[in-house]
């Protein structure tokens, strides 16, 4: 090898090398960064009007991008439910909204217009339920939950108002513009205090959720 | 006929066009892959004439091919071209009615700016600008 070469070599390695420690230091900037907002009572991550689901103390928050004709997502919700209940207090769910499927944004106001009844919960176990028979993926028919809902408590007439007030509207832009800032593209999307669940499946969270428990509860 | 052979200061241009070049190409990955910018139509323009270059430059640079610079000046010319035209559209000289993006992105909404006044076609136009003079200049040097 000629000195030329070597130069021409060692330099390009050069560059390679401060490539790289540039996307490390940026990219472990950007995930401190994003731990920190997750902390906040109000942010990308959680909304005032996010449902939640287990104590506001809790240091864990899992933060699920949601959509409810998403078959993925109906079998990780009584998954989702147990890992927060097997955590005792340590562990709180928040639900974002992400109506990616056709038809599922008319769910998603159901969902919202429950929620504004506190019935959020009891509406959202019904509407996965029934999730063959209103989210066909290629013949949706939402209008079928309001058959589903009847015995939860719903106000149905209140209900039906609501889907369409420019508040439910604003709620589910709301959601829509953090996923697009959280680049979540898929549902369901976690995150588990700021972390982005990168290796998609229940292992995986489950292992997530307990390396954030063991930071936040030290023993 | 056998390739010229280069000058040492000839092979210096080269090589720090390269270098140009490759730092170029792995702050556009950087911007795009890391940072997360997507890059609009006049970005990419930049892109298909820059990427190139760390390939041509470098094969050029490492066999002593003289010829490189040949090849290399005419696509340093091109994203040059589409830099000055995406510096003046940055800088309202153009208006915004001319530019040539879909419907998707703003080929004009400033992403960055660093020091108040250096922004992505900044960097690019300066890049293409250095590369184009040393390749200039190692093809001066070729007819002595």
């Known amino acids: 090898m000629t000195k030329k070469q070597l130069t021409l070599i060692l330099s390009g390695a050069f560059m390679l090398i401060a490539f790289s420690i540039g996307i490390y230091a940026y990219s472990n900037k950007k995930d401190q960064a994003l731990s920190q907002i997750a902390q906040d009572s109000t942010s990308v991550f959680v909304r005032p009007h996010s449902p939640t689901y287990g104590p506001d103390t809790a240091k864990v928050r899992i933060v699920e991008f949601f959509d409810p004709a998403c078959e993925t997502c109906r079998a990780f919700y009584p998954l989702v439910k147990q890992l927060v209940d097997a955590q005792q207090g340590k562990v709180q769910l928040v639900v974002r909204y992400i109506p990616l499927h056709q038809g599922s944004e008319s769910a998603v106001r159901i969902l919202e217009a429950a929620r504004l009844q506190n019935l959020f919960w009891p509406v959202v176990q019904v509407v996965l339920n029934g999730q063959p028979m209103w989210a066909s993926h290629n013949k949706p028919a939402p209008e079928n939950i309001w058959g589903f809902v009847g015995n939860t408590g719903l106000d149905i007439a209140k209900a039906r108002q609501d889907v369409n007030t420019p508040a439910v509207q604003s709620v589910i832009e709301q959601d829509m513009a953090d996923a697009n800032t959280l680049k979540v593209t898929r549902t369901p999307g976690f995150f588990v205090n700021g972390r982005r669940l990168q290796d998609f499946g229940y292992e995986q969270l489950a292992a997530l959720v307990q390396e954030e428990v063991r930071k936040a509860y030290p023993q | ?144």
């Open chain 2, 1 to 144: 006929m056998k390739p010229a052979v280069l000058s040492h200061r000839q092979w210096q241009c080269l090589l720090l066009a390269w270098l140009v070049a490759l730092a170029s190409t792995l702050g556009a990955l950087f911007f795009s892959e890391v940072m997360q910018f997507e890059p609009c139509v006049l970005c990419w323009y930049q892109r298909i004439a820059m990427f190139p270059l760390v390939f041509i430059l470098g094969v050029g640079a490492y066999t002593d091919d003289a010829g490189s610079a040949k090849y290399a000046l005419p696509l340093a010319l091109a994203g040059w071209g589409a830099a000055l035209y995406h510096c003046l559209l940055y800088g309202g000289f153009i208006p915004k009615g001319l530019q040539p993006c879909g419907t998707g992105l703003s080929c004009s909404e400033v992403k960055l700016e660093l020091v108040g006044f250096i922004t992505i076609p900044l960097l690019s136009l300066s890049a293409f600008s250095i590369i184009v003079l040393l390749l200039i200049a190692a093809k001066k040097d070729l007819k002595k």
